[in-house]
């Protein structure tokens, strides 16, 4: 885990599909994924984190009636677009002043959460692309381009569900996914 947190980035199962993960603290990471997936640059990354309380690395503050919300809702494959405000930001938010969070409901991925911190973890593909179903498609995507490979085995579950959630708790569907709310 200390070679993400020093900057690597690994291919893992997450609770939804394989992600290409690296440390949301790390600018450089953040923008190798970019190249890497051949992403469009405005558009922000899905953050893992392992509680509520890693929203507080991001300056987010959150409201009662969105803790209760997130309480009652996290963890799961629900993410979570909420404001995120500063220059600090901007090579995650990419200037729409927010970003989608996710706590996973995977037991072992949060473990690896807390001990790496949050991450960012967009699918293991290139944009528009088919997202890889295993370990040996990621490969064909990313080669030795990646420093480390996680086997999960085949996955083939959505994505998670994308919602904005406003101050008062109320939210939008953005993106329905594998989770019902």
Known sequence: MKQIQDGGIWVIPTDTIYGIVGSALIPEVVEKIYQLRKRATDKPFIVLISSIDDLEKFGVKLTQQQKEFLSNHWPNPLSVVLPVVGEKWEYLHRGTNSLAFRMPKDKKLLETLKQTG????????????????????????????????????????????????????????????????
């Open 118 to 181: 949050p991450l960012v973890a967009p699918s293991a593909n290139f944009e528009g692309e088919k997202p890889s179903q295993t370990i040996e498609e990621a490969k064909k995507y990313f080669g030795n381009d990646v420093d480390y490979y996680v086997d999960g085995g085949i996955i083939k579950s959505q994505s998670s569900t994308l919602l904005s959630l406003n101050e008062d708790g109320v939210y939008t569907v953005l993106r329905q996914g594998s989770f019902r709310v």
